[in-house]
């Protein structure tokens, strides 16, 4: 077989074998075939596209070209949740413990961020004491106990998938819905899930800004998940503004157990029973899904989840207390109001530049090097279709330094305030099964 004879084959539109796409993922990962070869072929799929049985082909090539976690001794149907990624997800940290409370076994393993905020694994750092570094079997043992563990990345899971990123990246080859769904999914399974619910945002803030590109994506990976034999559903949710009101590590921790508790905003515990009750049902732990969301509803109201949040942040070594007394999370040194400059209703919030403004803050890592701030973030004091006055704070700033005079600017630039009435934008636009 000969690489230039597959790209010219995709390049004439024509479906490639399970073969020749082996042979190209293979012979890419161990250093055979050169960047430039693959270059023409990821841009060969950019413009031709790829059959569903091609993606699904494309998925496991990149699955088995490293190591896959085995978690065939935890007991029960393992559900992973992914998200696209926006600015304050911190579903994870709400909704892991809320579907464990259920009896849904939740082996997740996470990574750092390199974006707005850190990473679930960032995040959960600012529990003082927390750790992912745990092994396999510790892993194991500790979702069988507790129905819910989070290990750090280890292994050499999806080589072949890290090294197209990085060509795609610098080949705007990017943006294609087969390698996007493939490059996603792949993850996913060689993390051991054998179901998984995929949350695809969609708006200012998300990957995909447009609700039809999202669909189609969301189509694109649930239709490889079925074709490997994993039950595969997706939400696609707003990132128009950012989900709840926290963005910065320690901050969106508490919030998360504001959820918990009952207390935390709309939009994180719609998203949440959503997602949460998807999982609950493919978990086989309710007989509907109605009957799911009605479960997740009473473990917040008798204090199950939250319980089950504590026994999994002293099971990894946290100080659990932080759950009762959110105080004890770090905390930054000054707190800065961002004020409206006139009356009326928030219009639209470009979740972007709030990101960005709380990475200008040291909540997120501008390269992979940076030391992240667990402290400092932005709560949003005012979303979407809420009324201000003039003067009145739009935003808080937590930073720990005084010196952000360009932070502040960002996140009035964000802020668009307008005269007339305003709808609140939906949250869930639709499931895809
Ligand atoms: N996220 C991924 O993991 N892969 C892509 O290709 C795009 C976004």
Do not use: W
């Not at 693959?38 to 088995?64: C, G, H, K, N, Y």
């Amino acid at each position: 077989m000969r690489m230039v004879d597959l790209i010219e084959k995709k390049r004439d539109g024509h479906a490639l074998t399970k073969e020749e796409i082996r042979y190209a993922i293979e012979g890419y990962t161990n250093g055979d075939i050169p960047d430039y070869q693959m270059s023409a072929f990821a841009m060969a799929i950019f413009f031709q596209d790829m059959s569903t049985e091609e993606r699904a082909e494309l998925t496991m090539a990149m699955v088995e070209s490293g190591d896959q976690m085995n978690l065939s001794d935890v007991e029960g149907i393992k559900v992973d949740k992914h998200s696209t990624g926006g600015v304050g997800d911190k579903t994870t940290i709400a909704l892991a413990p809320l579907v464990a409370a259920l009896g849904v076994p939740v082996a997740k393993m996470s990574g750092r961020g390199l974006g707005h905020t850190g990473g679930t694994i960032d995040k959960l750092e600012a529990i003082p004491g927390f750790s992912v570094e745990i092994n396999t079997s510790e892993f194991t043992r500790l979702v069988n106990k507790n129905k819910l563990a989070v290990v750090g990345q280890t292994g050499n899971l999806t080589p072949a998938d890290k090294k197209l990123y990085a060509l795609r990246d610098v080949t705007a080859t990017v943006n294609s819905i087969p390698l996007i769904a493939s490059s996603i999914m792949s993850k996913k399974i060689a993390s051991g899930a054998d179901a998984i619910v995929l949350d695809v945002k969609t708006g200012s803030g998300a990957f995909m800004k447009e609700l039809d590109q999202s669909k189609e994506l969301a189509e694109a990976m649930v239709a490889i998940g079925k074709s490997l034999g994993r039950d595969t559903m997706a939400v696609i949710s707003d990132m128009n503004q950012p989900l709840g009101r926290t963005i910065g590590n320690a901050l969106e921790v508490k919030e998360a157990i504001e959820m918990l508790r009952g207390e935390g905003p709309e939009d994180l515990l719609e998203l949440c029973l959503t997602l949460g009750s998807h999982m609950v049902y493919l978990a086989k732990q309710a007989a509907s899904v109605e009957e799911a969301k009605a479960k997740l509803k009473e473990v917040i109201a008798n204090g199950k989840a939250l319980e089950a949040l504590k026994t999994f942040i002293e099971a990894q070594n946290g100080d659990a207390s932080i759950v009762d007394d959110p105080s004890k999370l770090p905390t930054a040194k000054y707190l800065i109001e961002v004020k409206a400059a006139k009356a009326g209703m928030v219009s639209s919030i470009v979740a972007d530049k709030i990101g960005t403004a709380a990475m200008l803050l040291g909540a997120g890592r501008a390269t992979k090097e940076s030391e992240i701030d667990l402290a400092v973030g932005i709560v949003l004091n005012k979303k979407i279709g809420e009324k201000v006055e003039a003067g009145e704070s739009l935003a808080t700033l937590h930073a720990n330094s005084e010196d952000v005079q360009n932070v502040i600017d960002m996140v009035l630039g964000a802020y668009t305030i307008s005269s007339g009435e305003v709808i609140k934008p939906t949250l869930i636009y639709e499931e895809i099964h």
